[in-house]
């Protein structure tokens, strides 16, 4: 996979924070910020076509909106997602995407 390196600032509070969760979860800090990364870009990505859902096809009702929600809950989001799943989504993706094998987690 190839890297780029980069030069961030962080509050010490923040990165003091960041090095203690990289820690706990056994990995390197920048292997946990680019995790981190990863997941915020996920979500801005995720809000934004909502948002663009939303100005193209209208708001949900209120009834649509709680069948979306146990939608999502029988999926599965929201819940914790382990290790293995983790890889296993980034490969496929990967796979979707079309990257090289070097590229892909699996």
Do not use: C
Request: glycine share 6%.
């Amino acid at each position: 996979m190839a890297v780029e390196k980069l030069s961030v600032s962080l509050p010490d509070t923040v990165a003091a924070r960041a090095r203690r969760a990289a820690d706990r979860a056994g990995m390197p800090l920048s292997a946990w910020l680019a995790q981190a990364a990863e997941a915020a870009a996920d979500l801005a990505e995720a809000q934004a076509a909502a948002q663009e859902y939303a100005a193209r096809f209208g708001e949900p009702d209120p009834d649509e909106l709680a069948e979306i929600r146990v939608q999502l809950a029988e999926a599965g989001v929201g819940s914790p997602e382990s290790p293995e799943e983790a890889l296993a989504r980034a490969d496929a993706l990967a796979r979707l995407l079309g990257f090289p094998n070097e590229r892909r987690a699996g």
